[in-house]
């Protein structure tokens, strides 16, 4: 799971730290990643 949010987390330290901006489909990509990550833990604590 955590190799999972790892692009996430280098939009936001890129932002953070470089000043960078995301495209509107990489806000998209990051929402996804991030529903996609939240549906397995979710789906894994009810087996």
């Known amino acids: 799971m955590l190799q999972t949010s ?3 987390a280098t939009a ?3 932002f953070l730290i470089l000043g960078e901006l995301l495209t509107v489909k990489g ?3 990051a929402a996804t990643i991030l529903v996609c990550i939240l549906a397995q833990s979710v789906f894994a604590r009810q087996r």
């Open 6 to 8: 790892q692009p996430v």
């Open 12 to 14: 936001v330290f890129s």
């Open 27 to 29: 806000y998209i990509g």
